[in-house]
């Protein structure tokens, strides 16, 4: 298992903290449960259940949590939410809920299936035990250009890319041409962004014709770099190895 689409969008909201200071907020409240109008039934259920999610009281008053009305400065399109849905910078989309019905506090962990059952890591083959839920982005990057199989020249090419984290900002990204025996670090381009992907480049100069292999690994300020091989997880959540592609050269 590989990677898969990712995308970036701007948003424009109300934090969800002015929201609740402006409700009030009970001591004794541990998260805040948030419903969308989408549901559905589940094989492990008997009747149709909501799409709903939690989030510790502290995730919901940082002040990038957001109630969204708009995305990349227009109404939020139907597909994504319209009219509200929430943002959770850092954290994976399934905390974003969509077509927001209703938001509560409430003083107990909840144990909703769409957050006890789906959406965790399940780091056993064989049983349930010692799962986590799905949350942080892992540190991660991809390769855009060249793309994989393509057929080159001799000479200099550009390789780019981006790399992205939940946890504190990217430091460095590093490109290897000889299977990981060595690295070269990448130029980041400037990301004024602090929770949006950083772009980076490497200018690659091939003098002889072969097939190779392009590997770019990423790592964050919190100390986190992709790993050789993912983390194995039952459901294939939070894939993040070092990315590769293969190009071949001819002269």
């Known amino acids: 298992m590989g990677q898969r689409s990712i995308s970036q969008s701007v948003w424009t909201g109300v934090p969800l903290k002015t929201l609740l200071q402006a409700t009030g907020v009970h001591p004794d409240a541990k998260e805040v449960l948030v419903e969308g109008y989408d549901k559905g039934k589940r094989t492990d259920m008997t009747s149709e259940y909501p799409f709903a999610r939690s989030l510790p009281i502290d995730k919901?008053?940082?002040?990038?949590?957001?109630?969204?009305?708009?995305?990349?400065?227009?109404?939020?399109?139907?597909?994504h939410g319209f009219p509200l849905r929430l943002i959770v910078p850092n954290w994976y989309g399934m905390a974003s809920v969509k077509w927001i019905k209703?938001?509560?506090?409430?003083?107990?962990?909840?144990?909703?299936?769409y957050q006890s059952v789906d959406y965790m890591y399940y780091p056993h083959k064989q049983n349930e035990e010692d799962a986590f839920p799905v949350t942080t982005m892992n540190v991660n990057s991809t390769i855009q250009k060249p793309l994989d199989m393509?057929?080159?020249?001799?000479?200099?090419?550009?390789?780019?890319?981006?790399?992205?984290?939940?946890?504190?900002?990217?430091?460095?990204?590093?490109?290897?041409?000889?299977?990981?025996?060595?690295?070269?670090?990448?130029?980041?381009?400037?990301?004024?962004?602090?929770n949006g992907w950083v772009q980076w480049s490497f200018q690659w100069t091939v003098t002889q014709p072969g097939e190779f292999t392009i590997l770019s690994k990423a790592t964050d300020t919190a100390g986190r770099t992709q790993p050789s091989t993912p983390f194995w997880?039952?459901?294939?959540?939070?894939?993040h190895a070092i990315d590769q592609i293969s190009v071949k050269i001819e002269e």
């Open 60 to 79: 919901a008053l940082h002040p990038d949590t957001l109630i969204a009305y708009e995305c990349n400065h227009e109404p939020i399109p139907f597909q």
């Open 102 to 113: 209703q938001i509560s506090l409430i003083d107990s962990t909840f144990k909703g299936p």
């Open 150 to 194: 393509d057929v080159l020249r001799t000479g200099t090419h550009l390789i780019k890319g981006i790399a992205w984290t939940g946890n504190g900002t990217i430091e460095k990204v590093e490109i290897s041409v000889d299977h990981g025996q060595s690295w070269m670090e990448a130029a980041p381009q400037l990301n004024t962004d602090k």
């Open 233 to 239: 997880n039952q459901k294939g959540y939070g894939y």
